[in-house]
């Protein structure tokens, strides 16, 4: 077990040990991971990384002693609130992450149900079988009960089946733009119609397409409404550190209603030191991601995420017709945004196999389970690899069918 020394020792040695230590981690900047890395080129790297260093002490906790930390969330919340179509008096939080901001809004919704409905026994949130763990790892730490309701064949939720789960106690019900299973947008206008019916707390967990969907639409790609423009939906969270490109570390929680936030909030006082409250569930909070989202936000602007989001579309649409072509591949549809599943369209070629063969070859290999299927998001790092892939992925299928050995593949992504 490791000690902490007893003497120091120079960071020229430590840095290069570091510096060392990543050698056998995947090659990213090789575009050999599919999902962890969002990366474009060093320029927007050196945006991130010197807004970082400029916040590298600053305290988000403190909002009195850092104003400016203060100023540069607003900024990035009013930002996003006016990129998902919110109006006035629609507020929100920066977070650590998607985790995080699904935590609050399940936090928020139990809250003001609580305040609402004396009547409520055993809350519970209603989501689609599609939707990220997190939901179920906020209701853990929330106590609350979860109901996942089946998809459409599409891989959608089924609007109707997640109707019919909504009762007394339902405090939640939420859609995913897009979900990360599939790459399958959740239709949420549906969904919203419903909240408004039944009177519901309807969350937008835009985590993953938050800032890249409006763009891709801007290119012509049909996205389907997801956000504050949609009628009855309440939150949606949207995450910085993904397709934001900012530092990790950044996320949005936002609400429609500002007012919503005091339900958020947690106060205390019965302790020593008097009045303790924080909007989020961390206490101290770095202000580095802050100031590299605000940094990267401005940086890009409007224009350089459109940029952004058709090098991936373009990226993508290259490598959907590479594997069409493989013989015993196919794309799982919807696959949508910048989500591309591909699976095995012949017996005789098994995706397990084919899985291993690609990792064999460098490639780090996401793996669905329902259905079989390979997994990729794509960010700008995959654009100048596509034809290695492809050939890489031509050599495993060729590999898999003589070897018709059913490869055994941990689909333990994380
Ligand atoms: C990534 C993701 C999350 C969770 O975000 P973290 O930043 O990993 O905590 C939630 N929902 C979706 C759809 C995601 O893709």
Redesign the pocket.
């Known amino acids: 077990m490791m000690q902490l020394p007893q003497a120091g020792t120079s960071w020229e040695t430590l840095k290069a040990a570091l510096i060392d230590a990543k050698r056998g981690d995947l090659d990213w900047r090789r575009g050999r991971l599919p999902l962890y890395v969002y990366w474009r080129d060093e320029a927007l790297h050196r945006v991130a990384e010197e807004a970082y260093q400029l916040y590298f002490i600053e305290n988000g906790l403190g909002r009195k002693a850092f104003p400016s930390v203060k100023k540069l969330e607003r900024d990035v919340i009013e930002m996003a609130l006016g990129l998902f179509g919110a109006g006035e008096g629609a507020g929100g939080s920066f977070t650590a992450?998607?985790?995080e901001s699904?935590f609050q809004a399940v936090k928020t919704a139990r809250d003001r149900a609580r305040a609402g409905r004396p009547a409520l026994r055993a809350p519970k949130i209603v989501i689609p079988y599609s939707a990220?763990p997190?939901f179920n790892k906020a209701a853990h730490y929330l106590a609350l009960d979860v109901v996942r309701t089946p998809l459409d064949r599409a891989f959608r939720a089924d609007v109707a089946a997640l109707e019919a789960a909504i009762d007394d106690d339902t405090v939640m019900i939420a859609g995913?733009a897009p979900?990360?299973p599939h790459g399958a947008f959740d239709p949420i206008a549906q969904l919203g119609e419903i909240a408004g019916k039944r009177g519901v707390w309807l969350h937008v967990?835009a985590?993953?397409g938050g800032f890249l969907a409006p763009f891709a639409r801007e290119l012509g790609h049909p996205i389907p409404p997801f956000d504050f423009r949609v009628p009855g939906v309440t939150s949606l969270s949207a995450?910085l550190?993904?397709y934001g490109f900012a530092a990790k570390g950044a996320?949005l929680i936002l609400f429609r209603d500002a007012d919503l936030q005091r339900f958020q909030r947690f106060e205390f006082g019965d302790w020593p030191r008097g009045r303790y409250s924080t909007d989020t569930f961390l206490g101290t909070r770095p202000g580095a991601p802050v100031a590299a989202a605000w940094a990267v936000l401005n940086f890009l602007g409007r224009q350089g995420y459109v940029d952004i989001a058709r090098t991936i579309m373009d990226a993508k649409a290259r490598l959907a017709r590479g594997i069409e072509a493989i013989e015993g591949l196919r794309v799982v549809p919807p696959s949508e945004l910048s989500f591309l599943l591909y699976g095995s369209s012949d017996p005789a070629v098994d995706i397990a196999a084919v899985a291993e063969g690609m990792t064999a070859r460098g490639w780090f290999v996401g793996v669905s389970v329902e259905p079989p299927a390979i997994h990729l998001m794509l960010n700008p790092v995959h654009a100048p690899i596509i034809d290695e892939y492809l050939a890489d992925l031509a050599g495993s299928v060729t590999e898999a069918r003589r070897t018709r050995r059913t490869g055994t593949v941990d689909q333990r992504t994380y």
């Open positions: 992450g998607g985790t699904i990220h997190a995913s979900a990360f967990d985590c993953v995450d550190h993904k996320s």
